[in-house]
């Protein structure tokens, strides 16, 4: 879930970013023009001592590689498939039952003493602790379920639906010469075109581990109707949840301060006041997240599970009941009543154990980020920050002209 908002929201800034450029690169003036072109030769011009040479380069390509690969085993493991059991595993309880013979009967063998004789049971009922509420014992009940690979679970399905999805979004909004908010309905459009696909790929990861071929794990489309209305709901979530903090930035007026103090060749001012407006823009995300598209997903996931077939268990326990209920499915409008009560079937204990779950993931992931750009920065220092900077800023240089002279400018 979280994969597919980040594939939604990197997707918008890309392009947010293009147009961004061709607009900065169009109104250069030609001050920073000239100052580009002299950082562009400082490198050249800086001697053979100054020169980087690729080898040089390789221990922190490596290092880079490492951390991109644990954040997104990370944020696959537990922003995928424990997220994905965490919003359907249902309250579970362990029954033990007591029971002693009366004192004043004569012994008897327990072959001989019948079912129904004299006798004190006490029967104690435990409420079991959610297997999904710490990321340990998620990981270690998974390894047990399917091995150590478990964690990673439906990860071809998600490789497969993500490269279909943005295939189809992107060639559809190229041939269609869409905008921004084309690239969005492109994507909920997509998004509804393989709902099916996406089903498959939530099964394969609450599932038993099973020798079921992969084409078999598509549900028969006359039993999927009741998944267009999530899967609808939870596109627009994610589209949402990516252009409205885009456009509370643009309405605050931050891109431009930024954009005018780039072009003046200064650092922006940072009042109390641009503070605030600053903070407004992630503020507006995750207020959206939580009470948007947290739903939505909880929703699809807990209807694409009860959508299951009855030869298939989860790893965790769910009941299907709660969301399905008495409801026949083919009748007209169960499609909306199932909507609803998937939402209301997942309690309060659930949401906040959902909600801390995703705060470990970001958690995680900062962590690894930020123990990866201390041992990068250990690397640069040994191989030579100063030449490096030198690199950077020049070759920084020479793609920014390369830019501009695509766009037509000349310094004038």
Same mark, same amino acid.
């Given at each position: ?8 929201? +990197? ?8 147009r ?11 001050? +920073?023009f000239?100052k ?18 690729? &080898? ?8 880079? @590689?490492?951390v991109?690969? *644990? ?13 994905? !059991?965490?919003?359907?595993? %249902? ?17 008897? %063998? ?10 004190d =049971? ?21 390894q047990r ?5 478990a &964690? ?14 943005? #295939? ?7 041939? !269609?010469? +869409? ?49 267009l ?7 627009v $979530? ?7 903090? @885009? ?9 431009? /301060?930024l ?6 060749? /200064?650092?922006p ?6 503070? !605030? ?10 207020? =959206?997240?939580?009470?948007?598209? *947290?739903?939505?997903?909880?929703? #699809?996931t ?31 409008? %169960?499609? /909306? ?10 309690? &309060? ?12 993931? =970001? ?13 990068m $920065? ?11 900077? #030198? ?5 920084g240089?020479?793609?920014? +002209? ?11």
């Amino acid at each position: 879930m979280v994969g597919s908002m980040e594939s939604a929201a +990197l997707g918008h800034l890309a392009r947010r970013g293009l147009r961004a450029a061709h607009g900065h690169f169009s109104g250069m003036n030609p001050t +920073l023009f000239e100052k580009l072109q002299s950082d562009a030769k400082l490198y050249e011009a800086a001697g053979p001592e100054m020169e980087m040479k690729p &080898r040089e380069f390789l221990p922190v390509a490596i290092t880079a @590689i490492i951390v991109l690969v *644990l954040m997104a085993s990370v944020r696959y493991t537990l922003g995928n498939v424990m997220a994905s !059991l965490a919003m359907i595993e %249902s309250p579970s309880t362990t029954a033990i039952i007591e029971s002693s013979p009366p004192a004043y009967k004569e012994e008897v %063998s327990e072959k001989e003493a019948p079912l129904d004789a004299d006798r004190d =049971v006490e029967i104690m009922v435990i409420q079991n602790k959610p297997i999904t509420a710490k990321i340990s014992t998620t990981i270690g009940h998974l390894q047990r379920t399917g091995g150590f690979a478990a &964690r990673w679970r439906g990860l071809g399905f998600a490789i497969f639906y993500h490269a279909l999805h943005g #295939l189809t979004a992107n060639t559809l909004a190229g041939l !269609l010469g +869409l905008g921004v908010f084309g690239h969005a309905f492109t994507y909920i459009f997509a998004s509804l075109s393989l709902a099916r696909v996406h089903m498959a790929w939530t099964h394969k990861m609450i599932t038993t581990p099973s020798t079921m071929a992969w084409n078999k794990r598509f549900i028969p489309r006359k039993q999927c109707k009741a998944i267009l209305l999530p899967t609808l709901v939870f596109s627009v $979530a994610q589209q949402v949840t990516v252009i409205l903090p @885009i456009a509370v930035a643009f309405a605050l007026g931050i891109p431009q /301060k930024l954009h005018n103090a780039h072009v003046a060749g /200064k650092m922006p001012m940072m009042c109390p006041a641009d503070m !605030l407006k600053l903070a407004a823009v992630p503020a507006t995300a995750l207020f =959206v997240a939580i009470t948007i598209l *947290l739903p939505a997903a909880v929703t #699809l996931t807990r209807i694409e599970a009860a959508l299951l077939p009855n030869d298939q268990e989860t790893i965790v326990p769910f009941d299907r009941s709660s969301v399905i209920g008495e409801l026949d499915m083919s009748a007209r409008g %169960s499609a /909306k009543k199932v909507f609803v009560q998937a939402w209301r079937s997942f309690d &309060r204990a659930a949401r906040l154990r959902l909600i801390k779950l995703y705060a470990k993931l =970001v958690f995680v992931q900062v962590t690894i980020a930020g123990v990866g750009m201390v041992a990068m $920065a250990t690397e640069v220092a040994m191989i030579g920050g100063d030449r490096l900077a #030198l690199f950077v800023k020049s070759g920084g240089a020479q793609l920014q +002209l390369a830019i501009a002279e695509a766009h037509g400018h000349g310094g004038n």
